[in-house]
């Protein structure tokens, strides 16, 4: 059974930072990329950022370059993102997605 477990949310102050970590089933991570995908409050779940298999590409959302740093570890099956200089506008559950299959988010708030 594949399973998508992310951690690592919080509330944060407008500046500060935080480290979400997504780790999923060795049968599926060894062999996908990895995204991370926001939805704030009545908007649409939006895209934040991919690695490829390897962790050799990167990309981001314009929104979130500078900020952001997508990695992964694939010898522990866990994917990061770390987020600095949190704006307010990061306010969303942010979930990670890897081979189709989505987990189930994590709640990041920054308060101004």
């Known amino acids: 059974q594949v399973q998508l477990v992310e951690s690592g949310g919080g509330l944060v102050q407008a500046g500060g930072s935080l480290r979400l970590s997504c780790t999923a089933s060795r049968s599926i991570f060894s062999m996908s990329s990895m995204a991370w995908y926001r939805q704030a409050p009545g908007k649409e779940r939006e895209w934040v950022a991919t690695?490829?298999?390897?962790?050799?590409?990167?990309s981001y959302a314009d929104s979130v370059k500078g900020r952001f740093t997508i990695s992964r570890d694939n010898a522990e099956n866990t994917g990061n993102l770390q987020m600095n200089s949190l704006k307010p506008e990061d306010t969303a559950v942010y979930y990670c997605?890897?081979?189709?299959?989505w987990g189930q988010g994590t709640q990041v708030t920054v308060s101004s």
């Open positions: 997605k890897m081979n189709g299959y």
């Open positions: 690695i490829t298999v390897s962790g050799a590409t990167t």
